[in-house]
């Protein structure tokens, strides 16, 4: 099959599965287009339809024209793997496992996104050597690729992703639901007791990549943001900053096998001298908070 020509420089990064939440709001901080973005169903404006249950990654692109790959595609919601099991598991593990080989091959670095929810949730700022006990599919799909990236590849990244929040407003990430409800003029605010994180805004991400682009200091990183908060930590400072004082808090019990504190300690990505945000000042910037 005919190699897909594309007039790029060797600099550029492909970023597979760039139509989810987190792949657009890494194109919205791509100012001087260095990302090429790929669509599987869901179709984008400026983004290439790819297929790799129909295609290989090195018949579709010229690999040589990227000196990174971004692996974001995937059944995310957990209902809808367990719904459609087949499905994702074919989406999440076969399709992944072909894309990965093939850049094996062809000897590219790669980063592959897993998830903060691969801990047991019983401890709180897990690092990487911390117990693994993945509590639903989706993740138990994720720690499978983990596992085989880590026996098979030696150029990647896998980065064990926290609670991500971005600056895409219409989106549902946490923080983006709380501000349409503001704006809703809705004053009652559910929130699961207890329950710890470390959120981290997606424009660390984009700056990871490029980061990584560069970085040869190979291997899993627990990536969230330097502070640990709970659901409710978080919408307080929200609340607080858009300065809306009353309102109604619902405190939820978390459900059984959701794991209770997936905070992270973030040593290893310190110590390659990667920084992320804070919190709070990320969200003076996303909504213009003075």
């Known amino acids: 099959m005919e190699t897909m020509s594309l007039s790029i420089s060797s600099s550029k990064i492909l970023i597979i599965g760039a139509s989810s939440s987190i792949g657009t709001s890494l194109l919205k901080f791509d100012k001087k287009k260095k990302f090429t973005g790929t669509y599987f169903s869901s179709k984008k404006k400026n983004l290439i339809k790819f297929d790799p249950s129909k295609q290989k990654i090195s018949e579709k692109f010229n690999l040589n024209n ?7 595609q995937g059944v995310t919601k957990n209902d809808e793997c367990v719904k459609k099991k087949k499905l994702s598991n074919f989406v999440n593990i ?4 072909k894309i990965i080989d093939e ?8 980063i592959f996104f897993s998830t903060e929810w691969v801990y047991s949730g019983k401890k709180k700022f897990n690092s990487e050597n911390s117990k693994l006990l993945p509590v639903n599919l989706y993740t138990r799909q994720k720690l499978k690729i983990e596992k085989y990236i880590k026996k098979n590849a030696k150029d990647y990244f896998i980065l064990r992703l926290a609670k991500t929040y971005t600056n895409i407003l219409s989106d549902n990430s946490f923080v983006n639901n709380w501000n349409k409800m503001i704006k809703k003029r809705e004053k009652t605010f559910k929130c699961y007791k207890n329950q710890f994180f470390s959120p981290v805004f997606s424009r660390d ?3 990871f990549i490029l980061f990584a682009e560069k970085n040869k200091d190979y291997g899993i990183y627990n990536f969230g943001g330097k502070e640990r908060f709970s659901r409710i930590d978080c919408l307080k400072i929200f609340l607080k900053l858009k300065k809306i004082k009353n309102f109604n808090l619902v405190e939820q019990k978390i459900p059984k096998r959701f ?3 997936v905070s992270l300690n973030i040593d290893k990505l310190r ?3 990667f920084k992320p945000s804070t919190f709070e000042n990320n969200l003076h910037e996303i909504y213009n908070i003075k």
């Open 66 to 72: 990227f000196s990174l790959i971004v692996l974001l």
């Open 271 to 273: 110590k390659i001298n």
């Open 103 to 110: 850049l094996i091959l062809q000897k590219k670095k790669f």
């Open 205 to 207: 991400l984009y700056r």
């Open 94 to 97: 076969t399709l992944n496992k």
């Open 259 to 261: 794991p209770k504190d």
